[in-house]
């Protein structure tokens, strides 16, 4: 079974540049997570998808950062535009249901994001 | 609102050796479900073992146990025979089941350096 795909890897961008983040879930997987993990700390949830539809966005800075889940499936996550505290790592994750159903979480490899 | 704690920002264990991760949790929920998640080098988290908090029976994969405590609100982690590949990050994580947008809340994580 195809594990959770990120892209890209590793990307440096400057600050008030734009940058996007690409995340394709395991099949059949029905809830996609976006985590921001700082240097140092646990992973943060940004945002939560069931189907194409936004679950929870509480933690999402919405002025900066939206994130789309077209047809159910692949994800994207922009920042636009970026500040020096958004360097951080951005994992995607996903499940076959929803958390209360204590449904494991299955991560991608993240990408790394460095703003100069 | 839930918390993760974990106290210990790094420990390091001979090679075959046991070691024991300690993470402390605060809710007032009863129902929900705890994890152990590694994390290596390439950042991909991978998940170590799962708890049911109705369950009083401690999870238990291969070299890998729980000591769940729930009255103490403790869950830590004990890995016999250490193994290099086990040099990781291990984060503790929390989900309450209840409700469509419950979150996984993780701890800051520990840095595990297994001697060879």
């Known amino acids: 079974e195809a594990g959770v795909a990120q892209s890209p890897r590793y990307k440096i961008i400057e600050k008030r540049q734009s940058v996007a983040f690409w995340c394709n879930p395991i099949?059949?997987?029905?809830?996609l997570y976006w985590y921001q993990q700082i240097l140092g700390q646990g992973p943060k949830l940004l945002i939560q998808?069931?189907?194409?539809?936004?679950?929870?966005d509480s933690q999402l800075p919405k002025d900066r950062f939206s994130a789309e889940r077209l047809k159910g499936v692949d994800s994207t996550l922009k920042i636009q535009p970026a500040k020096l505290e958004d360097s951080a790592v951005y994992l995607c994750?996903?499940?076959?249901?929803?958390?209360?159903?204590?449904?494991?979480?299955?991560f991608g490899a993240g990408t790394r994001l460095s703003v100069l | 609102a839930q918390t993760v704690t974990q106290s210990q920002p790094e420990m390091s264990v001979q090679e075959a050796e046991t070691v024991t991760l300690s993470c402390t949790y605060d809710?007032?929920?009863?129902?929900?479900?705890l994890f152990w998640y590694k994390q290596p080098p390439s950042r991909q988290m991978i998940l170590v073992i799962r708890?049911?908090?109705?369950?009083?029976q401690n999870a238990t994969e291969n070299r890998f146990s729980v000591n769940f405590q729930k009255a103490a609100k403790s869950f830590s982690l004990k890995i016999s025979d250490s193994q290099l590949g086990d040099t990781a990050m291990y984060f503790c994580?929390?989900?309450?089941?209840?409700?469509?947008?419950?979150?996984?809340?993780f701890g800051k994580g520990i840095t595990l350096s297994v001697r060879p």
């Open positions: 809710t007032s929920e009863n129902n929900y479900y």
């Open positions: 708890q049911e908090a109705y369950k009083q």
């Open positions: 998808f069931q189907n194409n539809g936004v679950v929870d």
């Open positions: 099949s059949g997987h029905a809830t």
């Open positions: 994750a996903s499940s076959w249901q929803l958390p209360f159903m204590g449904n494991i979480q299955y």
């Open positions: 994580a929390f989900i309450n089941p209840t409700g469509a947008n419950s979150k996984l809340t």
